[in-house]
Nanobody
């Protein structure tokens, strides 16, 4: 069964940090560029970070540049998102997927990140 499982979310105060993990099962991530997406209530899902498969180059949305860092561990079929200096506007459900997303892969359940004092 192909599955993406995100974890590591939680409630954190503004300025705090979290590290999200996404592990794939039944599907090898190492042949793909990978990305983290997020969806806030009432908003569309948006991409926040991407890491190329070919050269490891990283790309970030302007809103998270300098605060978030994406990384991957192909041996463990896992992609990570280190989030620092969190702001209230980072509150959302965070998802991982390939980039571009593979329709047949679907989406995991996501992990909730809430930034609030």
């Amino acid at each position: 069964q192909v599955q993406l499982v995100e974890s590591g979310g939680g409630l954190v105060q503004p300025g705090g940090s979290l590290r999200l993990s996404c592990q794939a099962s039944g599907f090898a991530l190492d042949g793909y560029s990978l990305a983290w997406f997020r969806q806030a209530p009432g908003e569309e899902r948006e991409g926040v970070a991407c890491i190329n498969n070919s050269d490891g180059e990283e790309y970030y949305a302007d809103s998270v540049t300098g605060r978030f860092a994406i990384s991957r561990d192909n041996a463990n079929n896992t992609v990570y998102l280190q989030m620092n200096s969190l702001k209230s506007e980072d509150t959302a459900v965070y998802y991982c997927n390939t980039y571009p997303p593979i329709i047949s892969l679907g989406w995991g359940q996501g992990t909730q990140v809430t930034v609030s004092s």
